[in-house]
């Protein structure tokens, strides 16, 4: 099997953290950038944040959308091919199915389509 799985995710009270978890199996992300995306019930999916390949490097490039600055940060694992999404201070607002796509030889910055791999999605939702 070649694929990327997301885990991590749950229900959470506004101004807790989670820790998602984006595992490839079958493949290596060494060379690949991944992105993590959500969608919420009738909108657009959202791109959230990246990190960008490196292949052999521990300096990353690294991306995050406006709304998650400051609050969420991506990190890679590479020996355990596995790339991290940690989220503090959740909102109401972070609410949705998070995903994460790899590209391989991509470094985020410029267009990009996100058609190597996509994970199944995992589940966050920020409520009282």
């Known amino acids: 099997q070649l694929q990327l799985v997301e885990s991590g995710g749950g229900l959470v009270q506004p101004g807790g953290s989670l820790r998602l978890s984006c595992a490839a199996s079958g493949f290596t992300l060494d060379y690949y950038a991944i992105g993590w995306f959500r969608q919420a019930p009738g909108k657009e999916r959202e791109g959230v944040s990246c990190i960008g390949s490196s292949g052999g490097s521990t300096d990353y490039a690294k991306g995050y959308a406006n709304s998650v600055k400051g609050r969420f940060t991506i990190s890679r694992d590479n020996a355990k091919n596995t790339v991290y999404l940690q989220m503090t201070s959740l909102k109401p607002e972070d609410t949705g199915v998070y995903y994460c796509?790899?590209?391989?030889?991509?470094?985020?910055?410029?267009?990009?389509?996100?058609?190597?791999?996509w994970g199944q999605g995992t589940q966050v939702t920020v409520s009282s």
């Open positions: 796509a790899a590209q391989k030889y991509y470094y985020c910055s410029g267009p990009v389509i996100w058609k190597d791999y």
